[in-house]
C-alpha cells in the first residue's frame, strides 16, 4: 500500500529548484530587454520618416493644385483654401510616435524635438524635408522629385 505521506512530501519544488528557475528567468530578462528599447527606438525613428513621406505627399499635392507652387508657410493655401496640414490623411498633421499628438511641423527651421519634422527652406519652387530622430537629425532629407 502506497504511504501517502510520504507521496506528498515529495511532490513539488526545492527552494534550490525555485531560485534556479528564477535565475533563469532574470537571465533571459537581463539579455532581451536592452534589444526590446533598441527595437522601440527604431520602430519611431522609422514613423518619423513615414511621416516625413507623408508631409512630402501633402506638399506633391499642394503643388499639383497651385501649378507647380509648393507653399512658402503654414498659412499658404491651395485655390480651393487648404493648407499642407489639410491635405495630410485626415486633415491634420501624422501623429509623433514620441508625443502621441499630431508631429509639429516647423517651417524654415531645423527639427529641435524628438519626432519634430521640418520644412527648411520652403520656398515655392522647392522645398527640403528634415526629422528629428530620438536623439538626433534624421540622415532622410526629402526634396521635389525625389
Known sequence: MLDMRKYCLQQGFTLV????TVIIVGVIVAITLPNL???QS???EASVKANMH????????FAVQTGG???DDATSTTPGG????DLC???TYPTNPFTEAPTVVAWDADPANPGQIAINPATTSGYL??????SMMLLLELTPGQ
Do not use: M, N
Open 17 to 20: 529548484e525555485l531560485a534556479v
Open 37 to 39: 528599447i533598441r527595437l
Open 42 to 44: 527604431r520602430a519611431k
Open 54 to 61: 507623408t508631409l512630402q505627399l501633402a506638399l506633391e499635392d
Open 69 to 71: 507652387h509648393y507653399p
Open 82 to 85: 487648404e493648407t499642407v496640414e
Open 89 to 91: 490623411p485626415g486633415g
Open 129 to 134: 524635408i528634415k526629422g528629428f530622430g530620438s
